[in-house]
């Protein structure tokens, strides 16, 4: 090779192509990488978190069913109770507006006298 310019550009390109393979070979494509034990640390921690978020979320839920429950049969029983107070209360007042006419009845009864003939009793033998 004659030539200086050639011979410039086959160095310039092999040194860059020895540079090129240096780094791939350094960077190891062709091994796993080494997982660091604190990523594997947090990434169980997260599991971890998952599953105990879903338990809470449950639990929660099961408490608000539960709540619903439970102050829907509050709610009947006061309004059992109230239906009760409410019986109660017209059978007073209507036991007390019959007494109110049994004593305006008789107190406004008007007053018949009666006049009968003697009862006389005769005795024979």
Do not use: C
């Not at 040194?15 to 190891?28: D, P, S």
């Not at 029983?77 to 239906?83: M, S």
């Amino acid at each position: 090779m004659t030539n200086h310019t050639g011979r410039l550009y086959a160095a310039a390109v092999s040194l860059a192509v020895f540079f090129v393979l240096w780094a791939a070979i350094a960077a190891h494509p062709w091994q796993a990488t080494a997982s660091d034990p604190r990523l594997a640390a947090l990434a169980q921690r997260e599991q971890f978190l998952r599953r105990d978020a879903a338990l809470v979320r449950q639990v929660v839920s099961q408490r608000r069913v539960a709540a619903a429950a439970v102050a829907k049969a509050n709610r009947l029983a006061a309004v059992a109770q109230a239906n009760r107070a409410a019986a109660v209360a017209q059978v007073t007042r209507v036991a007390a507006v019959a007494q109110t006419n049994r004593v305006a009845a008789v107190a406004s009864a008007p007053v018949r006298v009666v006049t009968l003939p003697p009862l006389v009793i005769t005795r024979t033998s």
